[in-house]
């Protein structure tokens, strides 16, 4: 079933092609919105905030690379799904879509009813995407609260409150602040905070902030010179410090909490980071008896 009432984009600089997709789309009861070039497009996603974007890769003034590339930089069109429309199938040409972070990529000549499947098949999935982040956000936004106030009987009533794993008021006092003030990575940086010991991965984080996994990783890359994975392992290794030195609990359970399927591998990865094994290095920073 296709979804009537979104606004879709086409940029296509052969008028006969892009009056058909237009014409078809509007058939269907969707929004259509046309742009004979790649400028005149940009422009155009940036005024009206498409549902999603369908655009050729050879156009006369600048290419579909460059017009995804710039929509993919403005946070207003950052998450919008982006289909590519070309003549050529070549491998090259596909993974380099991919890589900027395309959604989609189909070979002229394409059917009404094939661009229409698509069109469906990524609208469906950015629906899904926006579900799941507000479940997933909802959660953490109760795990806070709960964290916070346990916390605030337990100052009024001068008791001592174990936590299983840093949370996040204690992250904002603590050397668990970790990630650098980029507004345009807050998001990315935001995610990762709250589900660091959750066992993520840089794919969960992508689909979290509406990228792909290889355009954000380029994205991270370009502007902290690390990678996803990278804060992610930070993270968690700033969690593994703040539980050894405060906390008895074996290293197999701190590795659980902090998302650890494996203790050994937990342990390497502290190893690398630190110098020395969790254990030993507990015994020389730990601050509880």
Known sequence: MYQSSKKILVIEDDNVTRNLYLKGLKAKGFEPIGANNGLAGIQQAQESIPDLVICDITMPDIDGYSVLAMLRQNPLTAIIPFIFLTGSSARADVRKAMELGADDYLTKPSTLEELLRAIATRLQKQANLRSWCAIQFDKASKSVF??????AI?????????VGVASPTEASNGESIIF???PELKEVFDFIEAHYHQGITLCD???AVGYSPAYLTNRVARQTGETVNCWIVKRRMAGARSLLQNNNQTIEKIAKALGY??????????????GLPPQAWRKEHQVVS
């Open 146 to 151: 709960i964290d916070n106030h346990s916390i």
């Open 154 to 162: 337990a100052q009024d009533s001068n008791v001592e409150v174990s």
């Open 180 to 182: 650098p003030c980029i």
């Open 205 to 207: 984080v992508a689909v």
């Open 261 to 274: 399927q494996d203790v050994s591998h937990f342990s390497r990865q502290f190893r690398q980071h630190h």
